[in-house]
């Protein structure tokens, strides 16, 4: 019968047919087995395992310090710039306050007066020229006078703006030429050598940490992933969010910045299962993570999904059953159904 009358899904059995009868390898030669290989397993059992919460946090410096001026003033000088960094006492900026120069030589004016009464009333008093009770109201007026000099000699130093610590200026809020008002910032000033990461943590949750605890913290950014110490639990929720304030104490880095972003591990409810297999026995083939467990002497290969990465270890969400042989070394040149050896 011609081809042409058959049809077209029997013409493609026929051929499928003929191409299987064929021998895999040349001449009809017989396949050359695969070599064993050695390898290094695992026996993969369920674990309890913690709940992990993750909140979002921000990196802040441990001090930090808003730099406002005391005294009205046009700022006269301010030599300091953005990111500089400055050692404790350094001149921050200074303010013109002229009427507070007047004021301290009044001062010190009204002081010599009171101290020279003093003096001329208590020597008269000694010749019985004069009364104690004059000499008790001069000596008053000497110490009125001698803590108004301190008063302006405070008021004068106000006109020059220091540096409370040593640390870097994270802000600059004002310039030379600008007036200055009694509270109102012109500076931020912050300690980058002493870091920690600022988070809300869910009222339910803030309640199994305590002061001193252990989170993990991870800054991606900045290639970070560390445990930082609870070092402060706010002892109150915020009533509109029902989050409560911590704050977690992490070493510094270079790469680590106030302002970042970060993210804080919470821990959860224990008793969920799972499997957990070390990293390097997870494969990836493009978008595929395979794995390779061992059945009658053979390596098979197992496609899997994986969840959570957490110190070394990955969690298989699908693809594997507990009591399975894992290869865990050696399973990067293996192809499936090669037999295999396991070592110790």
Same mark, same amino acid.
């Given at each position: 019968?011609?081809?042409?009358?058959?049809?077209?899904?029997?013409?493609?059995?026929?051929?499928?047919?003929?191409?299987?009868?064929?021998?895999?390898?040349?001449?009809?030669?017989?396949?050359?087995?695969?070599?064993?290989?050695?390898?290094?397993?695992?026996?993969?059992?369920?674990?309890?395992?913690?709940?992990?919460?993750?909140?979002?946090?921000?990196?802040?410096?441990?001090?930090?310090?808003?730099?406002?001026?005391?005294?009205?003033?046009?700022?006269?000088?301010?030599?300091?710039?953005?990111?500089?960094?400055?050692?404790?006492?350094?001149?921050?900026?200074?303010?013109?306050?002229?009427?507070?120069?007047?004021?301290?030589?009044?001062?010190?004016?009204?002081?010599?007066?009171?101290?020279?009464?003093?003096?001329?009333?208590?020597?008269?008093?000694?010749?019985?020229?004069?009364?104690?009770?004059?000499?008790?109201?001069?000596?008053?007026?000497?110490?009125?006078?001698?803590?108004?000099?301190?008063?302006?000699?405070?008021?004068?130093? $106000?006109? !020059?703006?220091?540096?409370?610590?040593?640390?870097?200026?994270?802000?600059?809020?004002?310039?030379? *030429?600008?007036? @200055?008002?009694?509270?109102?910032?012109?500076?931020?000033?912050?300690?980058?050598?002493?870091?920690?990461?600022? @988070?809300? @943590?869910?009222? *339910?949750?803030?309640?199994?940490?305590?002061?001193?605890?252990?989170?993990?913290?991870?800054?991606?950014?900045?290639?970070?992933?560390?445990?930082?110490?609870?070092?402060?639990?706010?002892?109150?929720?915020?009533?509109?969010?029902?989050?409560?304030?911590?704050?977690?104490?992490?070493?510094?880095?270079?790469?680590?910045?106030? *302002?970042? $972003?970060?993210?804080?591990?919470?821990?959860?409810?224990?008793?969920?299962?799972?499997?957990?297999?070390?990293?390097?026995?997870?494969?990836?083939?493009? !978008?595929?993570?395979?794995?390779?467990?061992?059945?009658?002497?053979?390596?098979?290969?197992?496609?899997?999904?994986?969840?959570?990465?957490?110190?070394?270890?990955?969690?298989?969400?699908?693809?594997?059953?507990?009591?399975?042989?894992?290869?865990? !070394? *050696?399973?990067?040149?293996?192809?499936?159904?090669?037999?295999?050896?396991?070592?110790?």
């Amino acid at each position: 019968m011609p081809y042409k009358h058959l049809p077209t899904t029997l013409i493609l059995c026929l051929l499928l047919g003929m191409a299987g009868c064929k021998d895999s390898a040349p001449n009809g030669a017989a396949r050359q087995p695969l070599p064993t290989a050695e390898v290094r397993i695992i026996i993969v059992a369920d674990q309890a395992a913690l709940r992990q919460n993750e909140v979002a946090g921000a990196v802040e410096s441990v001090q930090k310090a808003t730099i406002a001026a005391r005294i009205s003033g046009a700022i006269e000088e301010m030599p300091v710039t953005l990111g500089l960094a400055v050692k404790k006492g350094a001149l921050l900026a200074r303010i013109n306050a002229g009427e507070l120069s007047a004021r301290l030589s009044q001062a010190e004016t009204q002081l010599a007066q009171a101290q020279r009464n003093f003096e001329r009333e208590k020597r008269l008093l000694e010749k019985d020229a004069s009364t104690r009770e004059t000499v008790k109201s001069l000596e008053d007026a000497w110490q009125v006078a001698e803590a108004g000099l301190r008063e302006a000699r405070a008021m004068r130093g $106000y006109t !020059q703006i220091t540096a409370p610590f040593a640390g870097i200026i994270s802000q600059k809020l004002a310039n030379a *030429g600008e007036l @200055a008002t009694p509270g109102l910032p012109l500076l931020v000033l912050e300690n980058t050598g002493q870091l920690q990461v600022v @988070a809300a @943590a869910p009222e *339910g949750l803030a309640s199994k940490i305590n002061r001193g605890d252990k989170l993990a913290v991870t800054i991606q950014d900045a290639g970070f992933s560390q445990s930082g110490t609870v070092t402060e639990i706010s002892p109150a929720a915020d009533p509109a969010s029902r989050t409560v304030l911590i704050k977690i104490r992490i070493n510094g880095d270079k790469a680590l910045r106030p *302002g970042q $972003y970060a993210r804080v591990a919470l821990p959860g409810a224990a008793g969920v299962n799972t499997l957990l297999v070390p990293e390097a026995a997870l494969l990836r083939f493009g !978008q595929m993570e395979r794995l390779f467990v061992i059945q009658n002497g053979a390596a098979q290969l197992r496609l899997v999904r994986s969840g959570e990465h957490r110190d070394g270890q990955v969690d298989i969400l699908a693809g594997l059953n507990a009591g399975e042989q894992v290869v865990v !070394q *050696g399973g990067e040149r293996l192809v499936d159904n090669q037999p295999v050896r396991i070592v110790q």
